[in-house]
């Protein structure tokens, strides 16, 4: 079974891998969420276990890149973006959110990272100057006018919460520089390939949040007890390796586009974990909300096909 446009094919086979993938990154937060309960770690030792399970893979992964035929050389000025946008991308991103998840709901944190696509609209607005369309325009007050209602839920049964504010901004943070993240890769990826950068960038946001572990002498508070390393390995595997490649594959598959539009599954599918594992409530207000910054989400990439089955 193939999905149609009027000049392209796309195999039914990219949009199931897409699928797939979007569902194991929507699990992310919610394992985070578990073992914080369960474990009683801090952030910052939960994310360097994360990345250091995830490590050998995204090892694997250059060495295979390196060795691959047609192999782009790096200059010194791509060694340094790729690093920088690697620590903005997925060691600053990453420790926001690990640490905003402690303070608000899973079903919410996945919600406000879920605005990063209007976020990088905004970004390239303001730096690059690329002009906002009317649809955008649309779909960035559809955006937010979801977050808002969906923030006015929270407020209904999170008010107790003393963080709970400072939860959705460093949330809001992570969406920022995820997408800071996403603009720059934006750039690269055509000059070097997604394999490479993306397993390059991991590399570099990796040894910043080692580093940063060892600094702060997080190794004395390493939980005991097998929960906190299975935490560890699901979050590594289940919710990092393989949606990765999963993901990147399904690109190659049916393109960013469409997968973007899988990818909206994703908030739904941490709300539904959330409320069958964690005991989260939904209420009226989340999903009215979600369901807004869901089509203002697709509104933003939509270029005007249509798909038929």
Same mark, same amino acid.
């Given at each position: 079974m193939q999905f149609k446009n009027s +000049?392209?094919?796309?195999? &039914?086979?990219?949009?199931?891998?897409?699928? @797939?993938? #979007?569902i194991l990154f929507s699990t992310k937060a919610v394992i985070v969420k578990m073992a914080f309960e369960q474990t009683h770690t801090d952030a910052l030792t939960l994310l360097t276990l994360r990345m250091v399970f995830s490590l050998p893979f995204f090892i694997g992964a250059a060495i295979w890149v390196a060795n691959k035929k047609g192999n782009p050389s790096l200059s010194t000025r791509h060694w340094l973006s790729i690093i920088a946008l690697g620590l903005f991308g997925y060691y600053i991103s990453s420790l926001f959110d690990f640490i905003g998840l402690q303070y608000v709901s899973a079903g919410f944190e996945r919600l406000i990272l879920f605005i990063y696509p209007s976020l990088v609209v905004l970004i390239n607005a303001a730096i690059f100057r690329q002009k906002i369309?009317?649809?955008? +325009?649309?779909?960035?007050?559809?955006?937010?006018?979801?977050?808002? %209602?969906?923030?006015?839920g929270e407020l209904t049964i999170?008010? #107790?919460?003393?963080?709970?504010?400072?939860?959705?901004?460093? %949330?809001?943070?992570?969406?920022?520089?995820?997408?800071?993240?996403? *603009?720059? #890769?934006? +750039?690269?990826?055509p000059l070097l390939? @997604?394999? +490479?950068?993306?397993?390059?960038?991991?590399?570099?946001?990796?040894?910043?949040i080692v580093v940063h572990f060892l600094i702060a002498n997080n190794y004395n508070n390493i939980p005991a007890g097998d929960s906190f390393w299975q935490y560890g390995f699901l979050l590594a595997?289940?919710?990092t390796v393989i949606p990765v490649f999963l993901i990147a594959h399904s690109m190659k598959r049916i393109g960013s586009n469409n997968v973007a539009i899988v990818s909206s599954i994703g908030p739904? #599918?941490? %709300?539904?974990?959330?409320?069958?594992? &964690?005991?989260?409530r939904i209420i009226t207000e989340q999903v009215i909300g979600?369901?807004? *910054? %869901? @089509?203002?989400v697709l509104l933003t990439g939509w270029k005007g096909r249509s798909l038929e089955i």
């Open positions: +000049k392209t094919a796309v195999p &039914l086979a990219g949009f199931v891998i897409a699928f @797939a993938g #979007s369309t009317r649809v955008q +325009k649309m779909a960035l007050a559809l955006t937010y006018l979801g977050i808002g %209602i969906a923030y006015w999170d008010n #107790s919460h003393p963080h709970f504010l400072l939860g959705c901004i460093l %949330i809001f943070i992570c969406a920022f520089t995820y997408s800071i993240y996403l *603009v720059g #890769s934006g +750039k690269l990826i390939g @997604a394999t +490479k950068f993306t397993t390059y960038a991991m590399l570099a946001a990796t040894a910043g595997i289940v919710a739904v #599918s941490t %709300i539904l974990q959330a409320h069958f594992l &964690l005991g989260e979600t369901a807004m *910054v %869901i @089509a203002g």
